[in-house]
């Protein structure tokens, strides 16, 4: 029996056959791959879309769906996976996602 590394059972693979990064997005909790995915940072108690992911600091994925954002925020997912306690403006998010 061949062993098959558990990323490579059901992830996707990029345009060379080769697994490519996968990262859960915070509001449905489905894996994807990294480029599919929109990388969101705070800054200053504001959540910002990261297109390049260029910024420090942790980031939380998420799809560029309206319907992800909405779960992520009545799950308070972004705090979570930012590690911050207090509340994140979404607003730039909100007007952003699906623009990419
Ligand atoms: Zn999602």
């Keep these: 029996m061949r062993q098959v590394p558990p990323t490579h059972r059901r992830g996707r693979l990029g345009s060379r056959g080769r697994a490519v990064p996968q990262r859960t997005c915070v509001g449905c909790r489905v ?3 990294k480029s599919d995915l929109l990388r969101l940072v705070a800054v200053e108690g504001v959540l910002v879309p990261d297109h390049r992911g260029r910024l420090p600091g942790r980031g939380a994925y998420l799809h560029p769906d309206p319907a992800c954002l909405e779960l992520a925020e009545r799950r308070r997912a972004f ?3 930012l590690r911050l306690a207090g509340p994140l403006d979404a607003g730039p998010i909100r007007s952003g996602i699906g623009l990419r």
């Design 31 to 33: 894996r994807a791959a």
């Design 79 to 81: 705090p979570r996976a």
